[in-house]
């Protein structure tokens, strides 16, 4: 082994067998686990969403109450909503699948680039609010390196989720566990101890209401509650994070999730209120380089034993910022699934959608981690700057599914059993959503939200851009597809020096010479090559070998069944080519596999036909565009340039026929 093979091996882990039964079993998540790796998202914005509602009160910290009343019931809304999105779509509902299928692909290519930019949001404020609040802990001296501190967890999250999603949620749960628990406990002291004060409490509010009133009018009340309201948005991203990581979730699929989403939920819609009611009970207020929860253990804990207080605050602290780091999980779990699947659709470059020997999207992982650490730099790791930028996008996202389940719920009114109910929870949900979308809109534009919808404008316009060039190259494949039409209508006699009615020979001849053929399935391109072969090198070849690799990707990795019909499928495409050459008069046989990657495979499979076939030389057709440039090789499969220098390096010959566009 190579050491730069062990060092992968060491850093990331060996490779998985796609041939093992069990793999979706073992890299499935219970409900549990998936709490931790999705519903971590909402749950970790309880350490800086609560924080900048608060904030943006000012002199007026007692409407937080109602700030978190709204944010509760939008978490329960939004949650009852999403419920029906996964019983519609149990294979996966995320925004992206559900606005393609139930509006158009073009509002589902809108939905997923809005989601994108929000993952990459995601992973970017979660681990810059983890770093605020690690030196929360630390001397103000030291805060100059937090910036340096928060790249590095980005860098190692990174490597962590390129192991797999099984081992990151595994390492990562005592520290989900460890929150939980601290602010579970913080939050219910506080309460119990404050028990005889929240008359004065109420008394408190009704004032605060009323010097609101008289200071800033009805209106200008109701919007700085709005506005402190849409600062604390990014709360609810977790909820589409469940529904989009389906996929990765344990047998039965839809109620895993479902169960998934009540625990995040239930625990999300506790912390929130909980901590909103802390800020109020200690009245707390800023200190330079704390957050507002760091000061709020400590004045709760100000009359425990001096080392007890100390010790628990650390914990919390420490525990919250992990969880934090926990949160920008589902950045790097569903950002890349969402990328892939547009990717399969040609929103974006194919190779998007492919997946690394560890069977996660390796290529989407470093796209999100890479953006992150970009967006880091340019916001110097500013919690209250990323936060103005962030969770306008999911709601686009939020609208988009909803005004879908609308329209289908609607639409299949007679077949659907209760669908006033559900038309109304799903109706609900659009209304709550598209006001909080106007919102923050209006609240965040001037304050740097115009950013956001500037970025995802320019995402939206490439990728448009991409899909209108692979719709003009998949013209072109469809007038090569005519070949399979004529293939399969004129089976024998089709090459001229082939007499009609000559029988295919039962034995292969190994010391004759062989054609190896790579070809991708049954279509245009594979019998544009083959022929290729036959009008280059007349009647040379005496056997002919077909070897088809499926490509196990993001779109079909989903579950045995889907990994069993793309075998088939293979299987068939080769036994389609065998069984024409076979009419042609030649000695056919045909190789198939299913891998991640093909040149791997390829490399693999290919001794074993020169041991038996001496004279073998291997075939590949490469599609030749008019004007080559970085773009189109970007966006197009050039792998069999890579298997013919891997095949160099073996000593077997591999000829590249070019198929012009």
Not at 310 to 333: C, D, K, N, R, S
Not at 487 to 496: D, K, R, T, Y
């Amino acid at each position: 082994m190579s050491l730069i093979k062990r060092i992968k091996n060491l850093v990331i882990g060996k490779s998985r067998d796609l041939e093992d039964r069990g793999i979706f079993h073992k890299i499935s998540l219970i409900a549990f686990f998936a709490w931790i790796g999705l519903g971590a998202d909402g749950l970790s914005s309880s350490c800086y969403g609560p924080q900048e509602a608060f904030l943006a009160l000012g002199t007026h910290p007692y409407l937080s109450i109602f700030v978190a009343i709204g944010t509760v019931l939008t978490i329960f809304v939004i949650s009852a909503s999403y419920s029906q999105i996964v019983e519609l779509f149990p294979t996966g509902g995320g925004g992206y699948l559900v606005a393609s299928k139930l509006l158009s692909p073009t509002t589902g290519m809108v939905s997923g680039c809005a989601l994108l930019i929000d993952y990459v949001l995601t992973i970017t404020v979660s681990i810059a609010a983890g770093a605020d609040a690690v030196f929360s802990l630390l001397p103000l001296p030291w805060h100059v390196y937090r910036l340096q501190f928060a790249l590095l967890v980005v860098i190692a999250m990174m490597v962590l989720n390129m192991r797999g999603v099984k081992e990151s949620i595994l390492f990562l749960a005592p520290i989900f566990i460890a929150f939980l628990v601290t602010h579970v406990f913080i939050i219910g002291y506080a309460i119990f101890t404050h028990l005889p004060n929240l008359t004065q409490v109420a008394l408190a509010t009704k004032t605060d209401i009323h010097s609101s009133f008289s200071e800033l009018g009805l209106w200008g009340m109701i919007f700085l509650v709005l506005r402190a309201y849409s600062m604390g948005a990014g709360t609810y991203t977790g909820i589409e994070a469940v529904s989009n990581g389906i996929p990765v979730l344990r047998e039965p699929k839809a109620q895993t999730a479902k169960h998934t989403m009540r625990y995040m939920a239930i625990s999300l819609a506790f912390v929130v209120m909980g901590l909103m009611l802390g800020y109020i009970l200690f009245q707390i207020t800023p200190q330079a380089g704390k957050t507002l929860n760091a000061i709020l253990f400590e004045e709760a804990t100000k009359f425990w034993n001096k080392n007890t207080a100390l010790v628990f605050v650390f914990i919390t602290l420490i525990a919250e910022a992990m969880l934090l780091f926990v949160g920008a999980q589902a950045g790097f779990l569903d950002g890349p699934r969402v990328l892939a699947n547009m990717a399969k659709d040609r929103w974006f470059p194919t190779r998007f959608s492919t997946l690394s020997d560890r069977l996660v999207t390796q290529n989407g992982i470093l796209i999100m981690g890479g953006l992150a650490l970009f967006l880091m730099l340019i916001a110097h790791g500013s919690v209250r700057f990323l936060v103005v930028l962030y969770s306008i996008n999911v709601f686009i996202t939020f609208v988009l599914s909803q005004l879908g389940m609308v329209r289908h719920w609607w639409l299949y009114r007679v077949q659907v059993k209760r669908w006033f109910r559900k038309l109304l929870i799903n109706g609900i949900g659009l209304l709550l959503t598209a006001s909080i979308l106007i919102f923050m809109i209006i609240f965040k534009f001037n304050e740097g939200g115009w950013i956001t919808l500037l970025i995802t404008g320019a995402l939206v316009i490439l990728a448009m851009l991409i899909r209108r060039h692979y719709y003009k190259t998949a013209q072109i494949l469809h007038r090569l597809n005519s070949l399979v039409i004529a293939a399969e209508s004129n089976g024998n006699g089709v090459f001229p020096h082939v007499l009609p009615g000559i029988k295919a020979p039962v034995q292969p001849d190994p010391k004759a010479k062989t054609a190896v053929l790579l070809v991708s399935g049954f279509n245009g391109m594979g019998l544009h090559t083959l022929f290729g072969v036959i009008r280059l090198f007349g009647g040379t070849f005496k056997n002919f070998v077909f070897v088809e690799i499926g490509v196990v990707d993001a779109g079909n990795f989903k579950g045995v069944n889907e990994v069993d019909r793309l075998n088939q499928e293979v299987h068939s495409d080769i036994k389609r080519y065998v069984n024409f050459m076979q009419k042609q008069g030649f000695y056919a046989e045909g190789f198939s596999a299913l891998s991640v990657d093909p040149v791997d495979e390829a490399a693999r499979i290919a001794p074993q036909i020169i041991e038996r076939f001496p004279n073998a030389i291997f075939f590949g057709g490469q599609l030749i565009f008019p004007k080559d440039s970085f773009v189109v090789r970007f966006l197009h499969n050039y792998t069999v340039f890579a298997m013919q220098k891997r095949l160099y390096r073996e000593g077997i010959p591999f000829v590249i026929l070019p198929i012009r566009v």
